[in-house]
């Protein structure tokens, strides 16, 4: 089956501790992006990948990492998560180029920071 | 000016009725258009493509107007399981492909 997968889903931890999340699709796809959701703010992008070796920040990258290593997996890091960083967070994948370029989403990870 | 906008809402209408939504671009470069549907707490998943010539799929239109920067989604005859938040997103040419979301608009479909 097609998907984007992230772990964890729900996640509490305290301020100051590293964590990663971790985003994995089977797709072969070029694409792969980090998004932060919060309420009234709608989905704004962190970091992305152009393909393997290739990430470019996003609209809100302060405070996180990622790396692109493998063309299947997009880990997001958070050095020293904060409670600002408490948010949902969603991975998403896609081919490059093309009319269709469909972005499909992992099921969202829930970051509490306390 | 936000690159793509939308009326948040929530837009509260009954079963059966027929609604429409309308979301703006800034960049007159935008290539690609898409509507994506968004349940409470879940992931986003793609609604339609929407291409220059309009396109159509059960009770969902999509329409373009490129010389006014909008695109558009019709709803007909409503059902409460269409009851969701609605993103518009716009993808600019140029080979950059970065893909911008609106911030979704609500739609509540009651009784």
């Known amino acids: 089956e097609a998907q984007v997968t992230q772990n964890p889903r729900y996640l509490i931890t305290v301020t100051g501790k590293k964590l990663t999340v971790t985003c994995s699709q089977n797709m072969n796809h070029e694409y792969m992006s980090w998004y932060r959701q919060d309420p009234g703010l709608g989905l704004r992008q962190i970091y992305y990948s152009m393909n393997v070796e290739v990430t470019d920040k996003g609209d809100v990258p302060e405070g996180y990492k990622v790396s692109r290593k493998e063309k299947r997996n997009f880990p997001l890091i958070l050095e020293s998560p904060s409670p600002n960083q408490t948010s949902l967070y969603f991975c998403?994948?896609?081919?490059?180029?093309?009319?269709?370029?469909?972005?499909?989403f992992g099921p969202g990870t829930r970051l509490t920071v306390l | 000016r936000k690159e793509v906008e939308q009326d948040p809402g929530p837009f509260n209408v009954p079963e059966g009725a027929t609604v429409a939504f309308n979301c703006t671009y800034s960049?007159?470069?935008?290539?690609?258009f898409f509507w994506y549907r968004q349940d409470c707490r879940k992931e986003p998943k793609l609604l339609m493509s929407v291409y220059s010539s309009g396109n159509e799929d059960g009770r969902f239109t999509a329409q373009l107007n490129r010389a006014s920067q909008y695109i558009s989604l019709l709803i007909r005859d409503s059902k409460l399981s269409d009851s969701a938040t609605y993103l518009c997103v716009v993808t600019s040419s140029g080979g950059s492909y970065i893909p911008t979301f609106g911030r979704g608009t609500s739609l509540i479909v009651h009784p």
């Open positions: 960049n007159s470069a935008s290539q690609s």
């Open positions: 998403a994948s896609s081919l490059v180029g093309g009319r269709a370029n469909e972005q499909f």
